[in-house]
């Protein structure tokens, strides 16, 4: 299984940015997909996670600004991110949590990582 992430970048703050994950190498949908972030020194953290069947959950610091989505007929996950603070600039991970086989449980998967950093 393979999660490629996309849509990182350099904004000011109050700026927008959508990143974006494809996750392949399995016949089953992920039944948690989200995303985490995390700073040099700092524990990675949960932004946002979203089920397949569309429930979701936020951290505290992205309430209310951030919104997860996921298209479960291409596999993948969505984070739009608005107004973007300073605060926010961090390393974001996309994760997911899903089956190969149906003989074997769901396994965690994460992605490489994108760059996000907001200038104030």
């Known amino acids: 299984v393979q999660l490629q992430a996309s849509g990182g970048g350099v904004v000011q703050a109050g700026g927008s940015l959508r990143l974006s994950c494809t996750v392949s190498?399995?016949?089953?949908?992920?039944?948690?997909m989200g995303w985490y972030r995390q700073v040099p020194g700092n524990q990675r953290e949960l932004v946002a996670h979203?089920?397949?069947?569309?429930?979701?959950n936020y951290g505290d610091s992205v309430q209310g600004r951030f919104t997860i989505s996921r298209d479960n007929t291409k596999n993948m996950v969505f984070l739009q991110m608005n107004p973007l603070k300073p605060e926010d600039t961090a390393v974001y991970f996309c994760?997911?949590?899903?089956?190969?086989?149906?003989?074997?449980?769901?396994?965690?998967?994460w992605g490489q990582g994108t760059q996000v950093t907001v200038s104030s």
């Open positions: 979203i089920k397949d069947d569309g429930t979701t």
């Open positions: 190498g399995s016949r089953f949908s992920p039944s948690l």
């Open positions: 994760y997911a949590k899903v089956r190969t086989t149906l003989f074997r449980p769901s396994a965690d998967y």
